[in-house]
């Protein structure tokens, strides 16, 4: 077995009390179709308490399939709550990296660390063309419990970066600037997969990731692909399923997640609900697969305010999943109780030049939907459920916002906080920063934080009485080493829905 066959690393994710998934790829040639042999092959796992494996509590011995290139998911039980564990594979006489998990609280114990807390990091958005990920060798140092990652964990775009060893892979079809066959994305993932930075975040932590549009293609809903496309870009519905079912495939390939897997399919079922302890529910979206088109194709998803709230039949959820949330949170009896999901959830109006002409707003995100927006957070009020906090990316800068059922309304009560990530590494697209802090003062005074200049992650640490998140930037994405810094720290305090500068 060649020495490089571990190439894309290895990953845990979806951690329960007594169990978490443990994921590996075998593939030497990860940007060339894995490299592996077309036959199936056995890999050994092994998981620990200590990392030098003196004390083994669980091992086995699992086939990489080759009709799933190669990869492995393991989904480990009878681990005791709470816990840290080590994990490995060995394939042949190779051994992989070694990573670290961590196993959830028990159902209605304390509070997930013997310190009375849960930390996590807020990641998304990490266009690999952009520069280098000096956010996941932060994210790896702060050992956190979790990494949450909300999506566009790969971008589909053809070759085209200012960095010579940041090119893209090239698609099968060039010129679309989007990926199409599984052998597409196949590669794509395994360029993003073989960086170290990357590697080292997942060998640190278990991960709970969702994806948003560009794993499968630019602002697509459902089995519409990109509004706007034209020519060969633009593909009828049951070409797009195929596209689809081509990359949620590779996403499947690629990720520690606990899910089921049809191949062909276009569908795959990923939002799920994960429990740690008494402290804190976790609530995972997907508001892609089963969203509506947007009101209106227009560029860059930016539209006229009018048409979201128009937009009465719409929903970025379904409405299964909407009715799955909400039995959650009335079901819920944690302490802090999470929604995970991509786009962000408070209202952005803006004015272009700021204070005259029409309201615009960017129609991709939960303002292209906001009746659907007012049932989600009625359902948030009206459940009670303790402290719900909602936890964005999507939009490549970081912001802080309060959440209100009717954002026009800016006396009424907030019903819950957000925290928007900026991007690890995808360009800040949208407008300059004087604008955006130009129409906050007017029109969007529930922001209470916006800055879209750097990249980085969100760090956060939720105990009993708290829910803190610390801003950390890039200072330099030209640089693999370059320094992160905190920019800002926000604090939600238990039984107060909204978020104050500590």
Same mark, same amino acid.
């Given at each position: 077995?060649?020495?490089?066959?571990?190439?894309?690393?290895?990953?845990?994710?979806?951690?329960?009390?007594?169990?978490?998934?443990?994921?590996?790829?075998?593939?030497?040639?990860?940007?060339?179709?894995?490299?592996?042999?077309?036959?199936?092959?056995?890999?050994?796992?092994?998981?620990?308490?200590?990392?030098?494996?003196?004390?083994?509590?669980?091992?086995?011995?699992?086939?990489?399939?080759?009709?799933?290139?190669?990869?492995?998911?393991?989904?480990?039980?009878?681990?005791?709550?709470?816990?840290?564990? &080590?994990?490995?594979?060995?394939?042949?006489?190779?051994?992989?990296?070694?990573?670290?998990?961590?196993?959830?609280?028990?159902?209605?114990?304390?509070?997930?660390?013997?310190?009375?807390?849960?930390?996590?990091?807020?990641?998304?958005?990490?266009? &690999?063309?952009?520069?280098?990920?000096?956010?996941?060798?932060?994210?790896?140092?702060?050992?956190?419990?979790?990494?949450?990652?909300?999506?566009?964990?790969?971008?589909?775009?053809?070759?085209?970066?200012?960095?010579?060893?940041?090119?893209?892979?090239?698609?099968?079809?060039?010129?679309?600037?989007?990926?199409?066959?599984?052998?597409?994305?196949?590669?794509?993932?395994?360029?993003?997969?073989?960086?170290?930075?990357?590697?080292?975040?997942?060998?640190?932590?278990?991960?709970?990731?969702?994806?948003?549009?560009?794993?499968?293609?630019?602002?697509?809903?459902?089995?519409?692909?990109?509004?706007?496309?034209?020519?060969?870009?633009?593909?009828?519905?049951?070409?797009?399923?195929?596209?689809?079912?081509?990359?949620?495939?590779?996403?499947?390939?690629?990720?520690?997640?606990?899910?089921?897997?049809?191949?062909?399919?276009?569908?795959?079922?990923?939002?799920?609900?994960?429990? &740690?302890?008494?402290?804190?529910?976790?609530?995972?979206?997907?508001?892609?697969?089963?969203?509506?088109?947007?009101?209106?194709?227009?560029?860059?998803?930016?539209?006229?305010?009018?048409?979201?709230?128009?937009?009465?039949?719409?929903?970025?959820?379904?409405?299964?999943?909407?009715?799955?949330?909400?039995?959650?949170?009335?079901?819920?009896?944690?302490?802090?109780?999470?929604?995970?999901?991509?786009?962000?959830?408070?209202?952005?109006?803006?004015?272009?030049?700021?204070?005259?002409?029409?309201?615009?707003?960017?129609?991709?995100?939960?303002?292209?939907?906001?009746?659907?927006?007012?049932?989600?957070?009625?359902?948030?009020?009206?459940?009670?459920?303790?402290?719900?906090?909602?936890?964005?990316?999507?939009?490549?800068?970081?912001?802080?916002?309060?959440?209100?059922?009717?954002?026009?309304?800016?006396?009424?009560?907030?019903?819950?906080?957000?925290?928007?990530?900026?991007?690890?590494?995808?360009?800040?697209?949208?407008?300059?920063?004087? &604008?955006?802090?130009?129409?906050?003062?007017?029109?969007?005074?529930?922001?209470?934080?916006?800055?879209?200049?750097?990249?980085?992650?969100?760090?956060?640490?939720?105990?009993?009485?708290?829910?803190?998140?610390?801003?950390?930037?890039?200072?330099?994405?030209?640089?693999?080493?370059?320094?992160?810094?905190?920019?800002?720290?926000?604090?939600?305090?238990?039984?107060?829905?909204?978020?104050?500068?500590?």
């Amino acid at each position: 077995m060649a020495d490089g066959v571990f190439g894309v690393g290895v990953a845990s994710g979806d951690p329960l009390p007594d169990g978490v998934i443990l994921w590996t790829r075998l593939a030497p040639k990860p940007t060339e179709g894995g490299g592996m042999p077309a036959r199936d092959v056995p890999v050994d796992w092994q998981i620990a308490t200590d990392e030098s494996f003196r004390s083994v509590v669980r091992a086995g011995t699992q086939n990489a399939q080759a009709a799933y290139a190669h990869s492995v998911h393991v989904d480990v039980r009878g681990l005791d709550p709470g816990h840290d564990y &080590f994990y490995r594979f060995r394939a042949g006489t190779v051994l992989s990296p070694v990573g670290r998990t961590r196993t959830a609280a028990a159902p209605g114990s304390g509070p997930q660390a013997a310190s009375g807390q849960l930390s996590f990091a807020l990641a998304s958005c990490q266009d &690999f063309q952009n520069g280098y990920w000096a956010a996941f060798d932060a994210i790896a140092a702060d050992h956190p419990d979790l990494v949450v990652h909300v999506g566009d964990y790969i971008y589909e775009y053809d070759p085209d970066s200012r960095f010579p060893d940041r090119r893209h892979t090239t698609p099968r079809t060039p010129g679309l600037d989007q990926l199409q066959t599984l052998a597409d994305y196949r590669d794509r993932y395994g360029q993003y997969k073989a960086d170290p930075a990357l590697q080292a975040a997942h060998r640190a932590a278990p991960w709970i990731v969702t994806w948003d549009d560009h794993e499968v293609e630019n602002n697509y809903a459902g089995l519409v692909d990109e509004a706007g496309d034209t020519g060969a870009r633009h593909q009828d519905p049951a070409a797009f399923a195929r596209q689809r079912a081509a990359a949620y495939q590779a996403y499947y390939e690629h990720m520690p997640i606990r899910a089921q897997l049809n191949p062909g399919s276009p569908d795959l079922r990923i939002y799920r609900r994960l429990t &740690f302890g008494s402290l804190v529910t976790f609530n995972v979206m997907d508001t892609r697969q089963y969203r509506t088109p947007v009101p209106e194709p227009a560029p860059q998803g930016i539209g006229a305010a009018a048409l979201g709230a128009d937009n009465t039949a719409g929903t970025m959820a379904g409405a299964e999943q909407e009715r799955w949330l909400r039995a959650g949170l009335d079901a819920s009896r944690t302490r802090w109780n999470i929604i995970a999901q991509q786009t962000m959830m408070a209202q952005l109006d803006g004015q272009l030049p700021a204070g005259s002409g029409q309201l615009l707003t960017n129609l991709d995100q939960n303002d292209g939907y906001r009746p659907y927006r007012r049932r989600l957070l009625s359902g948030v009020r009206d459940s009670h459920a303790s402290n719900p906090i909602v936890l964005s990316g999507d939009l490549h800068c970081a912001w802080v916002n309060d959440l209100r059922v009717d954002f026009d309304r800016p006396e009424t009560p907030a019903v819950a906080a957000e925290f928007v990530c900026t991007s690890i590494s995808s360009a800040f697209f949208l407008v300059s920063d004087d &604008f955006v802090r130009a129409n906050n003062d007017r029109l969007n005074p529930h922001v209470r934080y916006f800055r879209g200049d750097r990249r980085g992650y969100t760090r956060i640490r939720i105990t009993p009485q708290e829910c803190r998140a610390e801003m950390r930037t890039v200072t330099d994405l030209s640089s693999r080493d370059s320094p992160v810094t905190t920019d800002a720290i926000y604090v939600v305090e238990d039984g107060i829905p909204t978020a104050q500068p500590a």
